[in-house]
């Protein structure tokens, strides 16, 4: 019998072991998006000065790989539209 409530209990933390983990990877994954926007509105404000309030919303609602994108535009831009286009 003890056995057997074991078993059951090894199973049902089982059970929960993905959820644990997407969760886990949602919170890695925004992390990895917070960072970049932090980097990227910092980047911009050193170059371009204070950001617009539109600016900042586009950039928190970017995709990763358009945070990217611009972060890369930043080093050869002359003005806040060229990174942001």
């Not at 959820?19 to 919170?27: H, P, T």
């Not at 003005?79 to 942001?84: A, G, W």
């Amino acid at each position: 019998m003890n056995g057997s409530i074991s078993t059951r209990l090894s199973r049902r933390g089982q059970d929960h072991e993905p959820i644990a983990e997407r969760f886990r990877e949602e919170g890695r994954q925004q992390g990895k998006h917070q960072g970049a926007t932090l980097v990227l509105e910092r980047w911009l404000r050193l170059k371009f000065g204070a950001l617009p309030d539109e600016v900042q919303c586009r950039i928190e609602q970017a995709s990763e790989q358009t945070l990217l994108m611009w972060s890369e535009r930043v080093l050869t831009a002359d003005r806040l539209d060229e990174v942001l286009h």
